[in-house]
């Protein structure tokens, strides 16, 4: 079955900066990406995802990037602000169209931390 | 308003007592899932159903058990619940590959 792997698990930048994320998955039949975000005492909210069709994907200070080949996806965020502090998920799906007989496999998430 | 609600939000219990939470979505989604949240292990799927009547196995489906009798309500059941079932549950449910997530349950099996 699919493996997500997520690194680094914790992450500190100081406000402004670039934060990255990486995620390696190990099913080649996967071919969608999600990443989501968990502010502290909150649910799980998708901010992007990619699909195997796309290398990168922007969304204003947010992107992801996916490279096939190497079975690995980063979340790229830029000019860092004090309210993207929180823990990010990855996940992979095999499925574009999840009404098949499909796991949704999630990374053990990054807790993003940005300094003052 | 669309969304996924979850009860109870908080419940401490006693190993062996059977529980169940609740899962309703308002958004005629047929794709649900459940997951526990537990600090570095990150969220792992419990089951997951595609319609009425249909459920699988996700990674830890043991010691849980679901149903999916009508579209909306997806409940979690622990049939006798023990200490290492305590964790932070999710519902989720699924719209073209977007997933909603419920608000939480906090669970402390003692």
């Known amino acids: 079955g699919e493996n997500v792997e997520q690194h680094p698990s914790t992450l500190s930048v100081q406000e402004g900066d670039s934060a990255v994320i990486k995620c390696t998955y190990s099913?080649?039949?996967?071919?969608?990406f999600p990443w989501y975000k968990q502010e502290l005492g909150k649910r799980p909210q998708l901010i992007i995802d990619?699909?195997?069709?796309?290398g990168e994907k922007k969304d204003q200070r947010i992107a992801v990037t996916l490279n096939k080949t190497a079975k690995h996806f980063s979340l790229h965020i830029t000019e860092t602000q004090p309210e993207d502090s929180a823990v990010y998920f990855c996940?992979?799906?095999?499925?574009?169209?999840?009404?098949?007989?499909?796991?949704?496999?999630f990374g053990k998430g990054t807790r993003l931390h940005i300094l003052p | 308003e669309a969304q996924v609600t979850q009860n109870p939000r908080y419940l401490i219990t006693v190993t062996g007592k059977k529980l169940t939470v609740t899962c309703s979505q308002n958004?005629?989604?047929?794709?649900m899932s459940w997951y526990r949240q537990d600090p570095g292990l990150g969220l792992r799927q419990i089951y997951y159903?595609?319609?009425?009547?249909?459920?699988d196995k996700g990674d830890v489906p043991e010691g849980y058990k679901v149903s999916r009798k009508e579209k909306r309500n997806f409940p979690l059941i622990l049939e006798s619940p023990s200490p290492n079932q305590t964790s932070l549950y999710f519902c989720?449910?699924?719209?073209?590959?977007?997933?909603?997530f419920g608000p939480g349950t906090r669970l402390l099996v003692l």
């Open positions: 159903s595609m319609n009425v009547e249909v459920t």
């Open positions: 996940a992979a799906s095999p499925r574009i169209n999840m009404n098949r007989d499909d796991k949704i496999i």
């Open positions: 989720a449910s699924l719209q073209g590959e977007t997933q909603y």
């Open positions: 958004m005629n989604h047929e794709y």
């Open positions: 099913d080649s039949a996967s071919n969608y």
């Open positions: 990619i699909r195997s069709n796309v």
